[in-house]
């Protein structure tokens, strides 16, 4: 987790834009991930983004890719009370891949 | 809807006693993984295998120990706990890599 980070808390007002920022420092990074984790629930595998990649967009969802400056945002359309969670970036590297990386989560609040 | 399936959701255990974590998945999935969840948010991963008769540590040490003896099992056992293991554990399978990973609903487990 140390290598990935999170701002931990946003607010955002039902219909607005969210957007969750994550940096990571190991370019051997192959893949990207979004997980949503619900009150009580598991992880959730929200959407995820090769490391050749810099946009990838699934419906409300749209995650953007800086490779340069190791940067990964997760944008929000429309955003609900649903969408109320906490939001871990992960990683995956070309080393150790049986581990996922995670930050720190950033927990999202949809103000009605 | 993920096919993996933690017991109990919730456990409060007194010092010193012996304790499993259930872990089943019905995917046929050969790898599975332990990630503990400390109160700040960030998972670290404990225990992973890569199918039966395999077991291998995390990054993360724990007290903790898994075995593997049929491929849709993979329960974590401790055999004394202490309020250090107050945490919730979750339990994940890929069938291959990360994109194709699911997470159960954790165990929250607290000792007192």
């Known amino acids: 987790g140390e290598d990935v980070e999170q701002s931990l808390f946003l607010s955002v007002r039902e219909g607005d834009s969210s957007v969750i920022n994550c940096t990571y420092t190991d370019s051997s990074s192959t893949y990207l991930y979004w997980y949503k984790q619900e009150p009580g629930a598991g992880l959730q595998l929200l959407t995820y983004i090769f490391s050749n990649m810099d946009m990838k967009q699934d419906q409300r969802l749209t995650v953007l890719l800086n490779k340069k400056d190791k940067h990964l945002s997760l944008r929000i359309a429309d955003t609900q009370t649903g969408d109320s969670a906490i939001y871990f970036c992960a990683e995956s590297r070309s080393t150790g891949a049986n581990n996922l990386f995670f930050g720190t989560g950033t927990r999202l609040t949809v103000i009605p | 809807e993920a096919d993996i399936y933690q017991t109990p959701r919730y456990l409060v255990i007194g010092t010193g006693k012996k304790i499993t974590l259930e872990c089943s998945q019905t995917?046929?999935?050969?790898?599975m993984y332990w990630y503990q969840q400390d109160p700040g948010m960030e998972l670290h991963l404990i225990h992973y295998s890569y199918g039966v008769n395999s077991t291998e540590k995390g990054d993360l040490s724990s007290e903790s120990t898994v075995s593997r003896i049929r491929t849709e099992h993979f329960p974590l056992t401790l055999e004394s706990a202490r309020p250090s293991h107050t945490s919730q554990y979750l339990c994940a399978s890929s069938k291959q890599g990360w994109t194709e990973a699911f997470f159960g609903q954790g165990t929250r487990l607290t000792v007192v």
């Open positions: 995917m046929g999935h050969d790898k």
